[in-house]
């Protein structure tokens, strides 16, 4: 089946890099997953690669069954967009993966020093759970059959995702487009 | 593999070691058929957690899904309580893929059932199949778009 990218990317995203760069890539993504874990700094890899012609998505994807922290550790890093530090939150929630329990990531709210009582309310909140609910069905709508699942500039990317990988083929659709 | 407009072939199975589930049992409701080749192999896994998952999407639509494979009720029962499944693994253990062979989606060469899919509507008949790579999870993407079809009809 060819999968795209169901909605398309918005302001309700999570962008970070150019927002107007001519390829976009789309991670759908588990916290606690641990090949997840390992997309984490090939990612960065490939931002630091590409540069200005890129943009990164991360959308949640917690499958909740064999990752049990995953849901709530999305929810986290939703709270902490809420005080513009979703980012932050989402790097030191894949750093420190192993540890994904409420305590660890108060903890980990509080090292990047997000205003913990805002914090613990936001996390109750119906519209940051929703963002992750809805993460999660727009994942299944686009044809996400596992995590971390890509799409690149809307079509889902069924290719290695090592560093080398990516990057090669990122840099190849950029010189298409040149054409 | 069976055509979409065919009524789906009745059949009964075991869904726990002592209970069997027949499909017409199922009529009033939509039925997604999951064909798979195997419990515990990585790929399945990642399907059937997945589908485990998106229950409640399928659930909107007013359809239960159902996994088929020729693995046995036990192996299913470890299986299913091992990933916490919240919907019935059928064994088409005896004769051994019979349920498959029906469908037309027996692997022969494997001795398993290839990994295919089967929307079913309100009276059984077939509204949608998708036969995918057997190494390649085929998501839920496609079953969704074939419930909101039948939806809008």
């Known amino acids: 089946m060819a999968s795209r990218l169901k909605p398309a990317v918005s302001s309700k995203d999570h962008i970070l890099g150019n927002k107007n760069a001519p390829l976009e890539l789309v991670e759908y993504g588990d916290y606690q997953c641990p090949h997840c874990g390992r997309a984490y700094p090939i990612i960065k890899e490939v931002q630091e690669a590409i540069g200005d012609s890129l943009k990164f998505v991360f959308r949640n994807f917690p499958l909740s069954d064999p990752h049990p922290d995953a849901f709530n550790a999305a929810v986290a890093a939703e709270a902490a967009a809420l005080q513009h530090r979703f980012w932050e939150m989402h790097d030191i929630i894949y750093e420190n993966q192993e540890q994904l329990d409420w305590r660890s990531l108060l903890g980990y709210a509080k090292k990047i020093g997000l205003d913990l009582a805002a914090f613990k309310t936001d996390i109750e909140k119906d519209s940051v759970i929703g963002k992750v609910e809805y993460d999660f069905e727009s994942g299944i709508r686009s044809g996400v059959n596992g995590t971390p699942s890509f799409f690149i500039n809307g079509e889902k990317y069924e290719g290695g995702w090592g560093a080398y990988d990516l990057t090669a083929y990122l840099r190849s659709l950029l010189v298409s487009f040149r054409v | ?153």
């Not at chain 2, 359809?63 to 091992?82: E, F, M, P, R, T």
């Not at chain 2, 062979?101 to 059984?124: I, M, N, P, S, T």
Request: hydrophobic share 40%; charged share 25%; glycine share 8%.
């Open chain 2, 1 to 153: 593999m069976l055509a979409i407009g065919t009524q789906g072939p009745d059949f009964e199975l075991n869904s726990t070691p002592d209970q069997k589930l027949k499909l017409s049992e199922l009529r009033g409701k939509r039925v997604i058929l999951a064909f798979y080749p195997a419990d515990w192999s990585p790929v399945c896994g990642d399907q059937m957690t997945l589908y485990n998952a998106t229950l409640k999407f399928f659930s909107k639509h007013n359809a239960q899904l159902v996994g088929i494979s020729v693995d046995s009720k036990w192996c299913h029962l470890a299986y299913s309580q091992n990933n916490k499944f919240h919907f019935p693994l059928l064994a088409d253990f005896e004769p051994k893929g019979m349920v498959a062979r029906l469908y037309g989606v027996y692997d022969e060469k494997e001795g398993e059932c290839q990994r295919a899919l089967f929307v079913l509507d309100e009276k059984g008949i077939i509204r949608w199949n998708y036969l995918s790579p057997v190494g390649l999870n085929p998501g839920a993407d496609g079953i969704l778009d074939a419930l909101e079809e039948l939806d809008n009809l």
